[in-house]
DNA sequence: GATGAATGAGTATTCATTCAT
DNA sequence: TATGAATGAATACTCATTCAT
């Protein structure tokens, strides 16, 4: 009769207040979503995960479709803010801020495993109005490396041959993160550090220079 | 998608060999979970386009992951196989070989593109034995790039020590094309072509080289 | 209706006598049980529309069953006594006491519409309980109206076989106003004056025919 | 854990062809919306009435609303047909004919209690679709009283002044004969012939005087 | 007295899967 | 071979009702 996920033996705690009950939503859902992906995942093992019951979960977030929803919004804020913390943390230098940025960004990854998988894997897999959540904090990511690219160009004295194709590039080197990040998900031996500076290496001077010998070394102290 | 209590009149050709039903179904197959996912999915709307009967598709390709399994395995073969075909059309060039072999896979991505959407998004957000058919696939796709790799630091002369790394870097410029991919998707103005010349600079000359100016050429006539 | 996860604030009037909150709840449960049956109405709504919190619903008035029994009876009680305050108003003949009392009836329906519709739809359509209680108030109407044509007739000098009848006939009377209250609902264009003389015109003429003895035969064989 | 609807020991007929089955489900829901009401009836109960699984309720005739919809439909129809038989059967007389119709009206009343229950009571405490479906159903009994009535008028000699009223007579005449139908419901002692009758009786007198031009009139001032 | 927080027990609906023909 | 008919088991969502404060 007792589901499988039910925590035995642990005494709910009660009479919560609503927002403290609502990070427990959001965090069990997080946790439930990434592993069994949108459709797979039930409101009663969210609610079990969650400690706390079905229709609370739907007095404090509304449909599964909202609950989805929430936790993108979450997710999503929280690892912008991370990156935008990481990148604040460098100096002028746009080369240190994009590294920096980059490993802001994995060790969000790292970190928050369950979190990523939602937003990359389970989100992009469902169409529609969540993939389009998705689509703009892409577009502030990409705006945000597009950016520090541009910073760089003209720190070189490139033109505007060049930087007519930022927004490309930028939208080429979130893309690479991501697909790294996810990569990384599977093989996680490697340190948060160890992925960023390997695709800072591959992106920033290209197979061409690396099959030269040529490699891009991290700055001291990060 | 069309209810069962409204009827429809369809007639149905019979008879067919066993081969011609399975393409048939699996054909289905691939754009019913392609567009839905896998748990959106239902076998009745597979059986429907397919145009045969349910029962049918259970005794020719058994459950619905048995039959899921076997559209990621058919799919992934068909594109090994055509980047296979792109990189023996090559010379003997490494470099253009890649850049064939990349061709290729875009080609197949843009021509089909409801099974790549089936073996990116699909098959991944599903977790367990899904992502390991497409786990196989890739590895055998890594260690294609990696061979290419080594042979242009052979023929370039490095050493050892850049070696060592080919089978990291093959990893991540299978991971960007991925990614790269999947972007396109969502953005299908530009041509295969473009998008993998795109790729081909990215991480050929990498950013350092592209701010700078230099950009990598596509050899003539492809 | 607003669905309790989007939040909303109003500031409620406290500590009110318990005679007017009440009165306050029992409004609103007319209100919301006319308009969606009793079924599909809410306690949560009826606290809503009462401005109350549901506990006090529930320590006032007791069950969602009391408080709709709760509902008929008082409507009940309201239009009999509107009925009979009609009455009252008229003189000595029993003619115009009818007159009278139909006016006073359909004057309520008129009024309080809700009323009407719990009384003579919702409760009717549940059965059980509901319909007893009402049933109660249907009898104590059919029996003012059957003193009534026994006033008539015996004004008339009618004997007792057509006496014998005047039972039936109220109940026939009075189901017919009931009748013509529920169509008047959805053909509100009239007003109540007029759809009580429409009756009147109806069953009256029929009846002086019948207390002088003339009577409709079926036709032989049916 | 058994629920106290099954019918424990019945072998269960299988494999009937689809009319049949619908006709089954039909059956039952009339059954159990017309002494449940719509929204207490649980399609549960209804499968099990109808002695079936639920899936094939919905596969067969859609959702809880379409079932209801579908048996209005189906009722209504039923109810309709037995009065035109019962017209039909007359003579050319419309007094006759009207006779008849009452008959058939009340015999059908009597013989399918569930299906007038539904159709009276349950279809009208829905708002909505519902109510209109049976509103439809009721203009057409209207204009065929109504042409009766004129027929009558006619043959009586009677001219445009009286005819003018005869849709809003029909209306009340229809209206009667629900409003004394569904009084029968609760008190089934006396025979479909004798209820048919008594309401001939009432309202053919009535109609009678109101024909040959006499009317009653309201006294002063109310 | 008054309420926000909480839940057990349903209800409609869907789906993968399998017989009987 | 081929299928219409059939179902067990799940799932999202709601509601009357009650504590703890």
């Given at each position: 009769m007792r589901s499988t996920h039910e925590r035995a033996g642990r005494v709910r705690s009660k009479r919560l207040p609503r927002?403290?009950?609502?990070?427990?939503?959001?965090?069990?859902?997080?946790?439930?979503?990434?592993?069994r992906g949108y459709h797979a995942a039930s409101m009663d093992e969210i609610s079990e995960v969650a400690d706390i019951s079905k229709p609370?979960?739907?007095?404090?977030?509304?449909?599964?479709?909202?609950?989805?929803?929430a936790c993108i919004r979450r997710e999503a804020t929280k690892l912008m803010e991370a990156i935008a913390d990481g990148v604040a943390e460098a100096g002028n230098s746009p080369d240190e801020q994009l590294w920096r940025g980059l490993r802001a960004?994995?060790?969000?990854?790292?970190?928050?495993?369950?979190?990523?998988?939602?937003?990359?894997?389970?989100?992009?897999?469902?169409?529609?109005p969540f993939a389009q959540e998705l689509g703009d904090m892409r577009k502030?990511?990409?705006?945000?490396?597009?950016?520090?690219?541009?910073?760089?160009?003209?720190?070189?004295?490139?033109?505007?041959?060049?930087?007519?194709?930022t927004d490309a590039l930028a939208a080429a080197l979130v893309g690479a993160s991501e697909s790294l990040a996810d990569w990384w998900l599977d093989h996680p031996e490697e340190s948060a550090g160890a992925v960023a500076a390997r695709l800072m290496n591959l992106v920033w001077m290209g197979f061409g220079n690396l099959v030269d010998g040529h490699t891009w070394q991290p700055p001291k102290g990060s």
């Open positions: 927002e403290v009950r609502e990070r427990q939503i959001l965090d069990a859902a997080v946790e439930v979503f990434s592993q609370m979960v739907y007095a404090y977030l509304g449909s599964k479709e909202d609950l989805f929803a960004f994995f060790g969000f990854v790292g970190e928050f495993r369950d979190s990523w998988r939602v937003l990359h894997r389970q989100a992009s897999a469902q169409g529609g502030r990511a990409i705006s945000l490396v597009a950016a520090l690219l541009i910073n760089t160009a003209q720190d070189e004295g490139v033109g505007a041959a060049a930087t007519g194709q």
